[in-house]
Structures are given as structure tokens and as C-alpha cells.
């Protein structure tokens, strides 16, 4: 069993996303939580991961934080699953080698193919990301321990005025 609890459950993951039913559960949880425990809480901070993953432990998620976790963590957790399990379906780390998957109903995609499914999900995630940081620093008074600055100034590459989606055209 994980010490980290899951944000999502496997099976939502599989109903919301692209990802096949049959996929074993076992390709699917390690990857959740590495992204959980990397990617959500760079994006979020680490003390209101620390608080979410305390209410979600107890059993006693508050409403702020089952409208956050529902509404906005969790379309961002599926698709930045997806977009990391795309190499671990095709890949097997075996005894003697690494292995390319393949089955009698189809082939794999090669790694340019894989790429672009990668890059879809990515942005995909990118969106969700950016409507999360949105919603937190719209609702900032309701979530104290999330701190944009902090979060930010943390992760390479990321400038805190374009964290946040831009709003409305000027013509």
C-alpha cells in the first residue's frame, strides 16, 4: 500500500481518459503518485499538499478542498497521468533487456507517435494547471497555505506573471 493516498481513484482515471479498462492497476498507481508527489505539488505548494493529503488520510476532506480536489486537481492529475504513461505502456524493463510491448490486436506506436500523444496530454494538463493556480489565487482568502510566489519561484522556467492564463482580448 502507498503512503501517499491517491487525489483519484484508478478507475475515474480509466473512465475519464483515454486510457483503456485493462490496463493493469499497477502500471496506473505508481505513476499517479509520482505525478501527485513531483508535478501537483510544485504546482500547489507543499503545505497545502501536506493539508490534502492529511484530510484525504482522515477521511475528512473539507468542502473547500473536495471543490478543489474535484473541480480542478483531479482533471489535471488525469490528464498528466496520461501524458507520463504514454512511454510506460510501451516499455518493459526486463531481466536481459528493454522491451517493446506488442499484442495481436495491434501494434505499438513508435516513438515519434508517442511523442505527439505525450504533447497533446501535456497541453492538456498545461490548461488544467493553469485553471487550478487560477481558481486558488481567485479564491486566496479560502486557501492560506497555497502561496503563488512561493510555488512558483520553486519550479525552473515558470514566470509568475504568465502562471495565470490571460483574460479577456483587446482589439
Given at each position: 500500500m502507498s503512503l501517499t493516498p491517491q487525489f483519484i481513484s484508478i478507475e475515474v482515471i480509466k473512465d475519464q481518459s483515454v486510457i483503456n479498462e485493462n490496463v493493469d492497476s499497477k502500471l496506473l498507481q505508481p505513476t499517479l503518485i509520482m505525478v501527485q508527489d513531483i508535478y501537483l505539488k510544485q504546482v500547489i505548494g507543499k503545505d497545502l499538499y501536506a493539508e490534502l493529503i492529511t484530510q484525504v488520510n482522515a477521511e475528512s476532506v473539507s468542502a473547500l478542498n473536495t471543490t478543489l480536489l474535484t473541480d480542478y486537481i483531479q482533471p489535471y492529475l488525469i490528464n498528466k497521468v496520461v501524458s507520463e504513461l504514454v512511454i510506460d505502456v510501451n516499455y518493459k524493463i526486463k531481466n536481459k533487456a528493454l522491451m517493446v510491448g506488442s499484442s495481436d490486436n495491434g501494434q505499438p506506436l513508435d516513438t515519434s507517435g508517442m511523442s505527439i500523444i505525450q504533447t497533446k496530454y501535456r497541453n492538456i494538463?498545461?490548461?488544467?494547471?493553469?485553471?487550478?493556480?487560477?481558481?486558488?489565487?481567485?479564491?486566496?482568502?479560502?486557501?492560506?497555505?497555497?502561496?503563488?510566489?512561493?510555488?512558483?519561484?520553486?519550479?525552473?522556467?515558470?514566470?509568475?506573471?504568465?502562471?495565470?492564463?490571460?483574460?479577456?482580448?483587446?482589439?
Open positions: 494538463a498545461e490548461n488544467y494547471r493553469v485553471n487550478l493556480v487560477d481558481y486558488l489565487i481567485d479564491n486566496s482568502t479560502d486557501y492560506p497555505l497555497f502561496s503563488c510566489a512561493k510555488n512558483y519561484s520553486e519550479i525552473p522556467n515558470i514566470n509568475i506573471n504568465n502562471a495565470r492564463r490571460k483574460k479577456g482580448r483587446y482589439l
